[in-house]
């Protein structure tokens, strides 16, 4: 019971801190616009301006009245110009839809010696700046299991009242839901789960054709094992010890096992057509929003089959 | 006994367990210490990595030496170790001889010696042999054999001697036993203090024992200490403290007087090597001369006493000249040649101030019990009076003859004068100047060694009659009488012949003119009570009984039956016919002591006999168990502590050391710098060279940075200043605290007033008054004039000014008055009219000058009292207008900022210090045409 309590009191924290860093964060990249290619007409209409006509705001061109239209879509102010009747076509403009998945589980409270952050900072810090500047950009951000998709303005805000109301167990992968098409999921974990559970999770994102993006955040002393002696290791979420009786001589084990670990995650979402990156918290946490940015912002036609690694690769 | 150590095991089998230790080393090593716990979220990715070979890092060897040092103290614990076992002397049927050493250097660890005196013969009874117990300070007693049971009767009979014993003596006894004997056991029961004759004894014992077994029991007792040499000297009483071993040891002497209460207590220390100390007593010459018993606190031996009689005592004695101008040449003065002979045994009480009659009358009113009148002429009828009742009460008057004496006429002397004196050598002279030839053998001289080398060139002639032969003390080579002495009542009056100055005579410069001065006062009373005895009943008497004797533990006692009455002029020290202790009349005691003056006690070295050696195990067995296994509970506990910090890792350990260490240097630092600093104390010469080497002015430091760094720089501004302008070439200002620092050597010292700041300590403001009374000037500046409220009183309103009256509460300050026109200090080197600094509005104060009635004052240019006023008070902040940065730049801003207002302020600065160097030697009237002519008047 104590250690929950201080569980969720030092997530308390790391959102508070969170909440002021990714603000600034945020504030220091340019707007957050999608490509809208492969947003489909109906969805919600939004701010992306979708280089066709279409339902919104700004002006995209004059066209010829067709007969057939109603008669109150011609702009009499161009058509008594000559004598041809035209039709104002604004762009089409669209909302895009983003689910952030931080991953708030203890297993995130860890921090080693060197880090700045622990996990769950980080990955707080990055989810925040996100969700802001994907608002700030006309999208819609939500959490699944936890705050509908918003566009409101105060996002950080409301995600963070979200997260400290929030009562339920924290689990690692997010909940299993089915995301529209056209969505986009961006999933912020140290990706610890054993393989057959991020299998199982990516099939329920992916089968609606949704895309998106795997960040492992993890800690300097989960990438080289800087341990040595009589150690003994527990799993924070309590699924089981083990004790090394010369932890230095695990070190080289451990390294190959991790990237085997990585490569079977990264199988998985090329498979999908993914986004899987690794990011490290020694690093600073720009990197990391760098990455994701330039991510949903570069063409994902070109850059599909690649994986574009954020920090510290693995 | 283990090789020499007084340590024996009661189950020295168990100690077979310490062969256990290695095994246990082996088990230590292999076991491996408690895992550190970590968290690790990747912890399921470590269960498939197949284990590696298990074995444990190594538990650090410090931490196994730790606990094999544990084991080690249990194991040694369960054999019963046992410190100081009985000590055990025999192994064969011979009687045992005990030699005992009951002097008085036995005393002190008397109960230590009986006991293994007492365990030896109980050893001797368990052994059913003969004992023959030889106390070495009886020679005469016979050695004779015992039965262990009357030989420990025997034993409790034996008590210390008072007095120092000689061993050699009894060895006769010794040797007759042991050769009726024959084979015999001999121990020696040794104090280790040598008195005398203690390697004759150690060499004439090593023959008589001849073969025979023989054991020394030394060193084990506390070593005996002694007191010698009492001394009640000018300033203090001193006493020498001795002992026979090394080492750093201190200790207590405590002053008791007669009633047996206590005066005082002095401490003493022996450095390492020292066998001799001394412990002093800064006490009223009343006090000391009250104190009769000098003891070490602590030691119970009669050498640890140290008696004192009327000889101790300090005698106040008044010398009264009848010459006038004796001052002027004091090497002519006869007060001077009767100091310097008095001071070492008495206190010299001169009356060189008022006429003789007035000084003896005060003298007669301190009861004072000599007094010595240095051709002194008539006298008038009542002091006359007054002098033959004091010495009719025990007073001692001794009369120096000289040029008024040889004309009065008076019955203050012991003989019947001729007028006129004798001149011998003179140019109508036949005779040659004379030799001091004799003392009388019954006068108090007796005794004395006659120096040849006294000349006597005049003196003052007795009428020959039947009695001046025995009035006559000393006598010169042609039998006339150099000094003469008669008793009248209970007191003395006699007369030198000749004067107490080395115009008549060289006596008053030889060594013994000192000697019959002491004389002479060891006859005054003691005591100015009337009544009091004066010392010749002492001498009166041949043979005095013992008193009070002490018995060896130095405890006062009724005199012992062998105690023998003892002439009265007895120096010697205490022996078993005189046993140290009092003798004579209980109002004038005379003390024998255990040892003379001039003893010194050594170690005993018996390092020459064929011996076995035992030590006195003062203490009794001790069962080391009790130490072993809590000095095992505080390893473990280690231990575990060790463990503990292992498990939260070895990081955290070196973490908690560094700041453990951080908070020990912070310890250290801030005890450093809470003690006081040893330089200061060093520097206290250095400052006074440094401060007066060259003139300098002073400032006071407040402990305000700002006001310190502006005050110094504007201090160092006006010495510059000085320099430019006037001759005095000042050398750099010096900061003084006044509740430290001397200030005597500053003509001024510039004060500058903090507000609200705390006011200095009385002992600061104490030498501030001081300083200011001996001619020290105190400038203070309040530096607040512009915040001074508008109105009648308000520059007195001022917080710099309630502080400054806050600090002056408690110093003696002259009444003040604002700088008149015509005070000396505007004219002392500038001609000023008002005093500016920093801000012009301010007044100055100074010491109000006396009012001059007459006519003329108010036509005098300059006036200056008598002195410099001791204290000078502004507001207008003048080291703030003095200072400048380093660049030559002014550092502050004047108000109201007149273009010629800094140089006004400096030429404040130059006519203050000039009024504190001249004082009023510009009001002088010389100065006034010149002062007039500049003035225009």
Redesign the interface.
Known sequence: MAAETSHETREILAIRRADGESRTLAASLPRLVLEARRIAANVIHGLHGRRRAGAGESFWQYRRFVSGEPSQNVDWRRSARDDHLYVREQEWEAAHTVWLWPDRSPSMVFASKGARDSKLERGLIVTFALAELLVSGGERVGIPGLMNPTASRNVIDKMAQAMLHDDAVRASLPPSFVPSALAEIVVLSDFWSPMSEIRTMLAGLSSSGAHGTLIQVVDPAEETFPYAGRVEFVEPEGFGVITAGRAESWASDYVTRVALHRDEIRSETNKLDWLFSTHTTSRSAAELLLFLHSGMMVAKGTARGSTVKAGRSA | MIAGLPLTFAQPLLLLGLLSLPVLWWLLRVM??????????????????????????RTPWWLTALRLAAAALVILAAAGPIWNPQTAVGGSNAPLVILLDDGWSAAASWDTRIKAADELIANAENDRRGVALVPLSEPARDVTLMPAGTARVALRQIAPKPYSIDRVDTLGALDRFLKTTGDAEITWLSDGVDTGRGAEFVENLGKTIGDRKLTVFEGGAAPAQALVAAENAAAKMTVKVLRTTGGAAAGVVRAIDAKGSPIGEARYAFGMQDRESEAAFDLPVELRNDISRLEISGERSAGAVQLLDKRWRRRAVGVVTGATSDTAQPLLASTFYLTRALSPFADVRLGDRGAAQQVIAQFLDQRLPMIVLADVGTLSPEIRERLNAWIDQGGVLVRFAGPRLAQADDDLVPVKLRRGGRILGGSLTWEKPQHLASFAADGPFAGLAVPKDITVNRQVLAEPDAVLATKTWASLEDGTPLVTGEHRGRGIVSLFHVGADSRWSDLPMSGSFVEMLRRLVDMSGYTSKPGAGVASEATNVETVAPLRTLDGFGAFGPPPSTAKPMPADYRDRGTSEHPPGFYGPADGPIAVNTLASADRIAPLDTSSLRAQRASYTNAEPRDLRGILLSSSLVLFLIDAVVVAMLGAGLAALWRRRTATAAVLLALILSAASIAPSPTRAQGNDEFAIKSVSQTRLAYVVTGNADVDSIVKAGMTGLTLFLAQRTALEAGDPVGVDPARDELAFFPLIYWPVVPGAPKPPQDAINRIDAYMKQGGTVLFDTRDAVEAPPGENGASQTPGMRTLREILSSLDVPELEPVPREHVLTKTFYLLRDFPGRFNSGQTWVETLPREDDDDAASRPARGGDGVSPIIITSNDLAGAWAHRPDGQPMLPLTPGEPRQREFAFRSGVNIVMYTLTGNYKADQVHAPALIERLGQ
């Open positions: 491996p210490p408690r895992p550190r716990r970590i968290e690790f979220p990747p912890t399921r990715l470590l269960f498939d990595i197949k284990p590696k070979e298990e074995t444990p890092s």
